[in-house]
Structure formats: C-alpha cells, structure tokens
C-alpha cells in the first residue's frame, strides 16, 4: 500500500534553533518528492521538489534531503524564526498509476520567541 | 507560479443546503484539482476539474454529493451538496500547468462550517 508518513505530529521549538521533520514513504514506483508550508488558513506552498537522482536540495534557510533506497526524506529548518510556525506536508508522487500523489499527514511546527 | 483566488473564502450553513464554492485562477492552466482538509487532517483529493468533460473522481468521493464544472482553463467550481455536518472542511483548489505531478499551486482554501 503506497502511504506517506511524517514525524513527529508536532514540534515546539524556541526562534532560532535548528529542526529536522522526517518524512517516510512506501510509494513505489517513485516518481518525486516534495515538500509544503502551509500557514494556519492558507493553502499549502511548495518548498522544495526532488526527483530519484536527487538527495539535496536547498531553499534558503530549508533544507531537504531524500534517500531513495530507505525511501525517506527529511527537512531542515536552520536558525528558526517566528514565520516557520506552519504545517509542514510530505508529498510523494509515483504509485501504481504514474499521477497518484499521496499527502503525509504533516508536522505541526511552532516556534516560541 | 500562479494566482488562485477562491471565494467564499468561509461560510457557516444550515444542513441539508448546497454551497458551490468558486476557484478562479489568472492564467490558463492544464490541471485543475479539489482537495478537503478535515480539521487536523492532511490533504485529500476529491476529483480532478477536466475542461469540457466530467470531472474524474477519488474512490470515496461522487458526483452527485461533490458535483463540478470546468468550463474553461481558468476557472472551476465544486458544489457541497445536501451538507451534513460532516462536511465541515476546508475546501482547497489546486492548479498545475502540465501534468498532475508537476508542482501543484493552491488556493487559499474555503472554510465550510455546517450545523
């Protein structure tokens, strides 16, 4: 069964620590791996996206990984800031249809001055 | 990227009513999706808006329940029917310029509150 699964549920941290959001996935075949913010009452946005070849990728102060032989990924947050509190979603494509997208549950993120 | 503007943006209803909820985006697109958001929950496909055909449609989810139209590139709208309070969501359009895996675009959601 293709699923998404994300840890921890929630985090609190203090503004300007370091965080890491894991994300594990049993999609097969993969296909790309993102990851969204979503603010309380917006719609999600993409972070970053990552294809098989990929296991780094950069978007200012985010940072995500993916090993495609352990199918995980993981986000990390450096130096955190007050605007980082948001929901961050795992979202792999692949599956048995080419165009199946499957959503992690997400990681509820707040940061406390 | 691309500019999705939804409306309403929330509404309160009374059960058994309909609220068709309007995703309208500034440019042409290829696909046009509906997602629900169930309080604390992750994101769940409803359908995929086809331009100028039936809607395609998750297992679980009906067109006489979640009926939609797509009557062109740029604009699409889902319609809560006979709304029980079970049905209260948010309710969130999605957009991508080629195809379902490319980098999807949200909209800002629509709460639906049922009583």
């Known amino acids: 069964k293709n699923q998404v699964e994300q840890s921890p549920q929630s985090l609190i941290i203090l503004e300007g620590k370091n965080c890491t959001l894991q994300c594990n996935y049993t999609v097969s075949p993969f296909s790309n791996l993102r990851w969204y913010k979503q603010d309380t009452g917006r719609g999600p946005v993409s972070l970053t996206i990552m294809t098989f070849s990929e296991n780094t990728k950069s978007n200012g102060r985010y940072t995500a990984t993916l090993d495609a032989d352990t199918k995980q990924s993981s986000l990390h947050i450096t130096a955190s800031q007050l605007s980082d509190s948001a929901s961050y979603i795992c979202?792999?494509?692949?599956?048995?249809?080419?165009?199946?997208?499957?959503f992690g549950s997400g990681t509820r993120l707040s940061i406390r001055p | 990227s691309a500019v999705i503007s939804q409306k309403p943006s929330r509404d309160i209803c009374q059960r058994g009513t309909s609220l068709t909820i309007q995703c309208q985006v500034d440019s042409q697109v290829t696909m046009m999706f509906w997602y629900r958001q169930q309080p604390g929950q992750s994101l769940t496909l409803i359908a995929t808006?086809?331009?100028?055909?039936?809607?395609?449609?998750e297992s679980g989810f009906v067109i006489d329940k979640f009926p939609i139209s797509r009557p062109n590139l740029t604009f699409s709208t889902l319609t809560v029917s006979n709304m029980s309070p079970e049905d209260s969501s948010i309710y969130l359009c999605?957009?991508?310029?080629?195809?379902?895996?490319?980098?999807?675009?949200f909209g800002p959601g629509t709460r639906l509150t049922v009583l």
């Open positions: 979202v792999v494509s692949g599956g048995s249809s080419a165009s199946k997208i499957i």
């Open positions: 808006a086809n331009q100028g055909s039936e809607a395609t449609y």
């Open positions: 999605s957009v991508a310029r080629g195809v379902e895996t490319d980098t999807q675009y």
